[in-house]
Antibody
Framework: QVQLVQSGAAVKKPGASVTIACKAS????????IHWVRQAPGQGLEWLGI????????KYAQKFQGRLTLTGDTSTSTVFLELSSLRSEDTAVYYC??????????????WGQGTLVTVSS | DIVMTQSPLSLAVTPGASASISCRSS???????????LDWFLQKPGQSPQLLIY???DRASGVPDRFSGSGSGTDFTLTISRVEAEDVGVYYC?????????FGQGTKVEVK
């Protein structure tokens, strides 16, 4: 069955970086984009960026340009999110979600379980 | 960026009744291929969001037919018929027409 399994919670100090993993299984890894979405405590959903694991193409929300890096490892079917220069406002649950590359629709059909990142001094 | 506006922001519904949530976009979500690039998600308490509707009106796999989506262009509606206790949570619309993908503020649905 399709699964997106994310790495565990992290606590970071302001100014540090965090890396979150999203490991895919149950489908052909290179046929789906991976999106990253975050949710601050008690808040709504915010899209961060997207990666095509087959060619490493990425697109980031302008708000995160320069701080966000998405990478993929086809050998382990894993996508990584790295967010640098963390501030308290980055405290949130981060989700990965898949999106079929060759056809529109039925996007974000599977999500990871979420990873809580807490930024605190 | 395309701005997504939902209303109402909260809703209390009696079991068995119907509920409707509106979502408006700041520009048309109708693509050249004729589809409206509008999704609906439900985030149940303590869970990840789950896809309910894509292309504005197509139900995702496994979604009960009590959930239906309608609308085109800039105005969309999610209707939940015969609301059940398990339908509680926050409902989000999201546009997938252009980057950045953007979400509505969310509508919290409670069952009385």
């Amino acid at each position: 069955q399709v699964q997106l399994v994310q790495s565990g919670a992290a606590v970071k100090k302001p100014g540090a970086s965090v890396t979150i993993a999203c490991k895919a299984s149950g489908y052909t890894f290179t046929t789906y984009y991976i999106h990253w979405v975050r949710q601050a405590p008690g808040q709504g959903l915010e899209w961060l960026g997207i990666i095509n694991p087959s060619d490493a193409y990425t697109k980031y929300a302008q708000k995160f340009q320069g701080r966000l890096t998405l990478t993929g490892d086809t050998s382990t079917s894993t996508v990584f999110l790295e967010l640098s220069s963390l501030r308290s406002e980055d405290t949130a649950v981060y989700y990965c979600a898949r999106d079929l590359i060759l056809a529109a629709g039925n996007d974000f059909d599977y999500w990871g379980q979420g990873t809580l990142v807490t930024v605190s001094s | 960026d395309i701005v997504m506006t939902q209303s109402p922001l909260s809703l209390a519904v009696t079991p068995g009744a119907s509920a409707s949530i509106s979502c408006r976009s700041s520009q048309s979500l109708r693509h050249n291929d004729g589809y409206n690039y509008l999704d609906w998600f439900l985030q149940k308490p303590g869970q990840s969001p789950q896809l309910l509707i894509y292309f504005g009106s197509d139900r995702a796999s496994g979604v009960p037919d009590r959930f239906s989506g309608s609308g085109s262009g800039t105005d969309f509606t999610l209707t939940i018929s015969r609301v059940e206790a398990e339908d509680v949570g926050v409902y989000y619309c999201m546009q997938a027409l252009q980057t950045p993908w953007t979400f509505g503020q969310g509508t919290k649905v409670e069952v009385k």
